[in-house]
């Protein structure tokens, strides 16, 4: 394991010696997510709004770089005015391609976070008010990148989120719990790169 990581650090330190153009960006966005898994197994959730509030990058050079993000998916209730939000904090290697005059990135990433809660004035009624679902997953994201250099640019954004619910709290009290979760998420984002 120790070697494993040394060289992890030493090709990070090789890679950063020799980056002819490092980069910062901090980004947003906003879109629409679908929603599956057994979290929806009575098909009773609808596709909701999906907003990225947080979008980090730093390119070592100009094929790669890390990201993070921290975004968060709505799901209404089908007959209700109570909702299911679904965030998921994530960190990964970014991948990046020229296609003609833009860029490609390719950003797999671990949600080592992810947590789902259910907010409405009909909560209660439906026995989930006060439930939190807690589990980790891993997001295959991919941007298509207009423009380059400093300044803002502009994205197309598709992602795909998956990931597995182990704990459910609900008043303090924390069960274990094996629900998947998963979704597509298609929106657009802005950029400011440094």
């Known amino acids: 394991m120790k070697n494993i990581l040394f060289t992890l650090v030493l ?7 020799t980056a002819q153009d490092s980069k910062f960006y901090l980004g947003v966005g906003a879109g629409y997510a679908t929603t599956g898994g057994d979290v929806n197994s009575d098909n009773n959730y609808r596709g909701g709004i999906h907003i990225n509030f947080v979008n980090i990058g730093y390119r070592i050079n100009e094929t790669w770089g890390i990201t993070a993000n921290l975004g968060s998916a709505g799901h209404p209730i089908d007959n209700s005015d109570t909702a299911v939000g679904i965030a998921a904090i994530s960190v990964g290697p970014m991948i990046s391609f020229p296609v003609s005059n833009m860029t490609w990135d390719l950003k797999p990433q671990y949600a ?19 439930l939190e679902l807690l589990g980790s997953g891993f997001i295959i994201g991919n941007s298509l990148v207009m423009g380059k250099g400093q300044g803002f640019t502009w994205s197309i954004d598709f992602d795909y989120l998956t990931g597995n619910f182990d704990e459910l709290k609900i008043d303090g009290e924390t069960f274990e719990d094996d629900s998947d979760y998963n979704s597509f998420r298609v929106g657009v984002g802005v950029r400011y790169n440094f």
């Open 11 to 17: 090709l990070f330190g090789v890679s950063t010696i």
């Open 112 to 130: 080592f976070s992810m947590a789902g809660v259910f907010r409405g004035d009909e909560a209660a009624d439906l026995g989930l008010e006060g």
